[in-house]
């Protein structure tokens, strides 16, 4: 089993929709979750970081966090063909010495207008 | 806030030259540094994990001696590539973060280093 998995995709929404973008995780003593968008080309950029379990709001975005289940998720509202873009999960896990941030390989996601 | 500047962005040079990439914190200080490598259409892959003052830490298969990793300040890690083959070639991303694991990685912008 991948530390941090999700779909790898691609996930086609028509423009105006709701994009559900799912990650399971293996660390139960994991504390720190992050989404993080990057276009084709570029670097990586933080959208959301969620600690606690629950709903976590930030404009068109929201993470949701499921501790027990081991999930974390990222929905965005109202989507558009901007946001067509591969988002990666990343979550801190308990490592030798200390922790470690693990990505998962990303999802995807297009936008159709 | 947490601004990440990576210079330079794009670099195109000969084998076996050497090729420096400094990647700064502008408005935080980083405790953790941490460079990757991404080949097209792949993930990121870890390369090391830098602490300010301290040596870094290598992913297995990635040659310290041939990616050297400078930490000096809390503002600014290098990476040089020694002596650069074509098969070095690829997108190089410094991210930094203020603690290393509880808060989040802010990325630069990359590094595109194409090696003739």
């Known amino acids: 089993q991948k530390e941090v998995e999700q779909n790898s995709g691609p996930l086609s929404v028509p423009e105006g929709a709701i994009a559900s973008l799912n990650c399971t995780y293996s660390d139960r003593g994991s504390q720190s979750f992050f989404w993080y968008r990057q276009y084709s080309g570029k670097s990586p950029e933080l959208i959301m970081f969620?600690?606690?379990?629950g709903d976590k709001e930030d404009g068109r975005f929201t993470a949701q966090l499921n501790k027990a289940s081991q999930y974390v998720s990222l929905l965005i509202r109202d989507s558009q063909p901007s946001d067509s873009a591969t988002y990666l999960c990343a979550v801190n896990m308990r490592n030798t010495g200390g922790f470690k941030t693990i990505f998962g390989a990303g999802t995807r996601l297009f936008v159709k207008a | 806030g947490a601004v990440v500047s990576q210079h330079p962005s794009r670099v195109i040079c000969k084998s076996g030259t050497s090729v420096k990439i400094e990647c700064r914190s502008l408005?935080?200080?980083?405790?953790?540094m941490f460079w990757y490598r991404q080949f097209p259409k792949q993930s990121l892959m870890l390369m090391a994990t830098s602490n300010e003052g301290s040596k870094a830490t290598y992913e297995q298969g990635v040659e310290k001696d041939k990616f050297l990793i400078n930490h000096a300040s809390l503002t600014l890690s290098t990476l040089t590539v020694t002596s650069a083959h074509p098969e070095d070639s690829s997108f190089y991303i410094c991210?930094?973060?203020?603690?290393?694991?509880?808060?989040?990685?802010?990325f630069g912008d990359g590094t595109r280093l194409s090696i003739l």
């Open positions: 408005d935080f200080q980083a405790t953790t």
């Open positions: 969620i600690y606690s379990n």
């Open positions: 991210s930094a973060s203020r603690t290393g694991y509880i808060e989040p990685q802010h």
